[in-house]
């Protein structure tokens, strides 16, 4: 017999039917169930392994945005932020419902914020129990005394064993993730990657926060020093971003989404870390491996017949993860929050082999390198790239930004007035990649420990001639030919070239972004191109 959603406990799901209704299950049940239904296996540790199926990434071209009152006028529509019509909407969610009718549903109350003031309660409604840990280790896990009074603010929908019906639907395919602002509901169906999940939220938080609560969203890593001093880290994947942020001398806020709040609070948006494992080591990312252990959930991993992972088998996919909740880290940041940053790096990794290893930014040139969020693919990242491909993702996460760039860039130039904002280069120097070598992280590092112990704060500087940036002439613990790119080549003539050209880039990809952007923003373009 089917069981309705009983309104004391589960007050934000009503009309949700099913066969029956697993509310706030621990995880160690949820990590029974999805054994027991041949969805999981433990790995040699007792971690569970999950594989998500056709999907082991996100679908951005899947992802919509129902085009109402509350966003017509508001979103950045276009090939990222794609309409979607209400009537299709709700005609595809009581489909979904519909579809949950006979199956065992999994639920979860959770919260998304960290600040007090700032946090959303979210509900997640999941067909698989793996997917209902996955909730529980990314969201804020409520107190007991909090969930008796809990509020949902948002819900999650979730079913990757449904599919729609494109022509009857209105969707692209079968799959499909789409985000209704005037019921804020967030409906996924016909993926298994659990990603979606996640990104979903921070899609609607990037909307709702600086509309409506003069907070910035980031997709961006925090930490915090003993002495209260914050950093924030920019970066696409593969620039470094977990690496360095991941300091043992200091306290990790969150690795992946922020806020910053209009009094000067940077809060966590999660209550967990989702991280890439491809060629994993306890090396390379001890944090990440030893975060590894019952409760945590690794995707599309391969294992040996005795459960041992194989993280450098790519057999799968390039884009192996693991979530765990934060907690599974020694350091981190009491209350996931902290105070407004004293520095901000913009990670790039350069494949170029141009920009300098580190430059200190004015105001315009932050706003401008951050939304053009730039970085270089190098071959064997993705099929079909054979030489550096620039990769630009304004705001370093343009998929999950409703609103326009420049809107996000503005706020960002306000409230980092007094901040000194870094651009890292992490990619190559001494020549393009296959010529050149990449920066030694050793580098990278003291580079940004002489910036967080104020030690470059009046340091000598010298402006490139071509993207106009102030490059730091010397840094303790950094040879200084290393810290210009264009001495470090040995054919300067080539280099110049090849400088031109990624300036050229730079310039072609903004002309998208100009018509909402103010001309401070503008005159932190490169010089000439």
């Not at 392994?49 to 508001?74: C, H, Q």
């Not at 489909?95 to 979210?122: C, E, I, M, P, Q």
């Amino acid at each position: 017999m089917n069981t309705p959603v009983d309104s004391t406990t589960h007050k934000a799901i009503a009309g949700l039917v099913a066969k029956s209704i697993n509310h706030q299950l621990h995880p160690d049940k949820l990590i029974d169930l999805t054994v027991a239904a041949g969805r999981g296996r433990l790995t040699d540790n007792g971690t569970l392994a999950i594989v998500t199926g056709k999907f082991t990434g996100r679908s951005p071209k899947d992802r919509f945005i129902v085009n109402e009152a509350e966003t017509v006028d508001l979103v950045d529509w276009g090939s990222i932020n794609e309409g979607f019509s209400y009537a299709d909407y709700t005609s595809l969610k009581t489909k979904l419902l519909n579809y949950l009718g006979d199956k065992d549903v999994f639920t979860r109350h959770a919260f998304a914020g960290a600040s007090k003031t700032h946090r959303f309660g979210v509900t997640v409604i999941n067909e698989f129990p793996e997917h209902n840990l996955f909730a529980y280790n990314m969201f804020i896990r409520p107190s007991e005394d909090e969930l008796i009074n809990f509020k949902t603010d948002w819900q999650v929908i979730q079913a990757p064993g449904f599919l729609a019906d494109p022509k009857a639907d209105g969707t692209r395919q079968g799959n499909f993730a789409i985000l209704c602002f005037s019921e804020q509901t967030i409906i996924i169906g016909g993926t298994g990657y659990t990603g979606e999940i996640k990104k979903g939220i921070f899609s609607a938080l990037n909307f709702i926060l600086p509309t409506a609560h003069a907070t910035l969203p980031m997709h961006c890593s925090a930490n915090v020093g003993d002495e209260g001093d914050c950093a924030l880290f920019f970066g696409l994947s593969g620039t470094g971003k977990t690496t360095l942020s991941a300091d043992p001398n200091r306290n990790l806020i969150g690795d992946d989404e922020h806020g910053w709040t209009a009094d000067g609070e940077v809060f966590n948006f999660e209550g967990g870390c989702y991280a890439k494992v491809i060629d994993l080591s306890e090396s390379k990312e001890p944090d990440i491996w030893n975060a590894i252990k019952p409760c945590a959930i690794l995707e599309n991993i391969v294992m040996d017949a005795d459960g041992k992972p194989n993280y450098a088998d790519a057999s799968i996919t390039q884009n192996t993860r693991v979530s765990y909740p934060i907690h599974h880290i020694d350091r981190i940041a009491p209350g996931g929050t902290g105070p407004s940053p004293k520095n901000i790096f913009f990670l790039t990794a350069d494949a170029y082999g141009v920009l300098p290893p580190i430059s200190k930014l004015t105001e315009a040139q932050a706003a401008y390198h951050f939304i053009s969020g730039y970085t270089a693919k190098v071959a064997g990242t993705e099929e079909g790239i054979t030489e550096p491909v620039a990769a630009f993702s304004a705001c370093f996460g343009a998929p999950f930004m409703p609103l326009h760039p420049g809107a996000y860039a503005e706020m960002l130039m306000e409230k980092s007035q007094d901040v000194n904002v870094w651009l890292i280069n992490t990619g190559w120097v001494g020549g393009a990649y296959g010529t050149g070598s990449r920066i030694k992280l050793k580098y990278t590092r003291a580079m940004i420990q002489a910036a967080l112990t104020g030690e470059l704060d009046d340091a000598e500087t010298i402006q490139d001639k071509v993207f106009g940036l102030h490059r730091i002439a010397s840094c303790p613990n950094v040879p200084d030919h290393i810290l210009n790119p264009r001495d470090s080549w040995a054919n300067v003539a080539a280099y110049d070239i090849q400088a031109d050209m990624l300036a050229g880039k730079f310039n072609a990809n903004f002309k998208a972004y100009e018509a909402g952007c103010s001309d401070d923003i503008l005159s932190g373009s490169p010089l000439k191109a």
